[in-house]
């Protein structure tokens, strides 16, 4: 029996994360979101269907061609106006970019989501995008962080990591779901959450978690229509025995929203990076 892939996180974990978003995170970033674009704050970026999730996650897997590359995740926001003019927020979304070797430096090869999945975008639209972001919306998130994160002036989540093992058991984990008799499983999302002020340890401790705590990051989940399901609400029965393997192998839980890189980083330089250094 395979063990749970890698990016697994507890439903009970998962709702935590939501809950936590919603009611400390969301409401400030919607507040001028509303007031400037007229329209609500994203919380959710749906692929069209569990197909075209599995095809945009291999398309990324092609592009890493060593052991140490990874995809990072770009918060963005886009104005509507496409302006990047102090103050003007755009809508919440990502950009997912390849990085290369163990410094993780992005290869310039970046994908925005389209409304139905990422497309290849141009270098200098990602930094719109993002610049955008890192120059309104993180900072408005402040008072959200932890107390240590805010005595120590760390400031919100620039964009996440993801290994090549963690993008690889996530495409192996959409196709075995997308296979089974039934189409229970027809669509993938990805879900704009934060951590909360609570450790979490599935299946061990997980280390570094004051550095976690409170900041934003994302979850995938899989759909069933417009419903969000977890691995457990799709088979409970092989969900419990996949469980037992992954107990039993101590695998170390390595969160589903990858690692925030830096984590985060403590300036507010407003670019496309690697890191502070």
């Known amino acids: 029996m395979k063990p749970l892939p890698c990016t697994f996180v507890t439903k009970q ?44 996650f291999k398309l990324l897997k092609e592009n890493l061609k060593a052991k140490d590359d990874g995809v990072r995740v770009y918060f963005a926001s886009p104005s509507s106006d496409g302006t990047v003019t102090r103050g003007k927020c755009g809508l919440l979304t990502l950009i997912f970019g390849i990085t290369e070797g163990v410094d993780k430096v992005d290869n310039k090869n970046y994908f925005a989501y389209n409304g139905k999945t990422f497309d290849k975008v141009q270098e200098d639209q990602a930094r719109i995008w993002v610049h955008n972001y890192q120059n309104v919306k993180r900072g408005m998130l402040f008072e959200t962080l932890s107390e240590n994160d805010r005595l120590n002036h760390c400031q919100e989540t620039k964009h996440i990591w993801f290994s090549l093992i963690q993008i690889t058991e996530t495409i192996e984990e959409m196709e075995i779901q997308n296979a089974k008799p039934g189409n229970m499983v027809t669509g993938f999302g990805i879900r704009f959450v934060s951590y909360t002020n609570l450790a979490y340890s599935f299946p061990k401790p997980v280390p570094n978690q004051e550095e976690r705590k409170q900041r934003l990051t994302i979850a995938f989940t899989f759909m069933s229509g417009k419903k969000d399901i977890g691995i457990e609400d799709i088979d409970s029965d092989e969900f419990n025995e996949r469980l037992e393997v992954t107990m039993n192998g101590f695998r170390g839980d390595t969160f589903d929203t990858g690692d925030p890189t830096p984590p985060p980083s403590t300036d507010n330089m407003a670019a496309l990076d690697v890191s502070d250094k």
């Open 13 to 56: 974990e998962s709702n935590y994360r939501e809950q936590w978003f919603n009611y400390y995170k969301y409401p400030i970033l919607n507040t001028i979101t509303s007031l400037q674009e007229g329209m609500q704050e994203n919380n959710r970026l749906d692929f069209e269907n569990i197909v075209s999730a599995i095809e945009f």
